[in-house]
């Protein structure tokens, strides 16, 4: 049964290249991602030093600045999978979509590294949600300049259609932590949800929002009912991840128009699952 899904998902990843659905992907691409090859250049980490009381570490590479990261085997995993995504951002126009002076949100920060990239884009301010604890500490201690200046919120907490407590189910890395139920995880926590709307009003309600960022595990629909008011409002461009869930894309898609009609939408990059189904990796929003 494994092998007849392997074969199963190479034929349809090649049939998706084929009708122009991976356009964004060379042919020496779609043969990596095929034969489970890296399309991206692995980052080696060393240790330099371990907070054993947060699971941290301070990790050194040649690619970035000395980062903190989830203590676990192989970090450059995680990375990895960041600098995937850091590739579909640029290849679907994302870069173009940050203007300097932008408020930006950040709904799943992971240890900062997409809030890195929005303030040297020129971003005025960064909003970064992130509830897992590990995940939030590392953030504090990689922005802890851009948090002291302002030009960094941090919010310890996960995104919702309303607030209260969830709980979060744990991922064995710093990745994939989800309030979904039915995701694989090894542990769960409790943890705070709030509406983005209600964190924009109580922080900076004077401030346009120019660009709002969703990597949540499929918790986007419900974080997007969150934040209608800015939406409807703002008008921000987005780029919001729709591969956790079957429907993302539709579901996503019809949320956003009904708050905010003059959206023209793209959906961009792609993603697949065990089953061999393709879809949109994200819905972009401008």
């Not at 995993?77 to 940050?98: A, E």
């Not at 851009?146 to 407590?165: A, E, H, N, Q, R």
């Amino acid at each position: 049964m494994k092998i007849i899904k392997i074969i199963m998902w190479r034929i349809n990843f090649i049939i998706a290249k084929i009708s122009g659905s991976l356009k964004r992907l060379g042919w020496m691409q779609v043969f990596k991602i095929i034969l489970n090859k890296p399309i991206v250049k692995p980052v080696a980490f060393s240790l330099i030093m371990q907070d054993k009381e947060t699971s941290i570490g301070l990790y050194k590479s040649d690619f970035f600045p000395d980062l903190w990261i989830p203590l676990q085997k192989n970090p450059g995993l995680d990375v990895d999978q960041y600098l995937f995504k850091y590739d579909l951002y640029h290849n679907t126009y994302i870069g173009d979509l940050i203007s300097r002076g932008d408020t930006v949100i950040d709904c799943g920060g992971y240890i900062g590294l997409f809030t890195l990239w929005c303030l040297k884009k020129g971003a005025k301010r960064v909003i970064v949600f992130e509830p897992e604890k590990r995940n939030y500490e590392c953030l504090r201690r990689n922005l802890s300049s851009y948090i002291d200046s302002g030009k960094v919120l941090l919010i310890g907490k996960g995104v919702w259609s309303t607030g209260g407590s969830m709980g979060l189910r744990l991922t064995e890395s710093g990745v994939g932590h989800s309030l979904l139920s039915g995701v694989e995880a090894i542990d769960s926590t409790p943890i705070e949800v709030v509406e983005i709307d209600t964190v924009i009003q109580d922080l900076v309600p004077n401030e346009r929002i120019g660009f709002i960022k969703m990597d949540v595990e499929g918790a986007e629909r419900e974080a997007l009912i969150g934040a209608k008011g800015a939406i409807a409002r703002d008008k921000p461009k987005m780029f919001i991840c729709s591969y956790h869930l079957p429907d993302d894309p539709q579901v996503i898609t019809n949320i956003v128009m009904e708050t905010q009609p003059d959206y023209r939408v793209d959906y961009t990059g792609f993603a697949s699952n065990d089953r061999g189904f393709i879809q949109e990796q994200g819905v972009v929003f401008t």
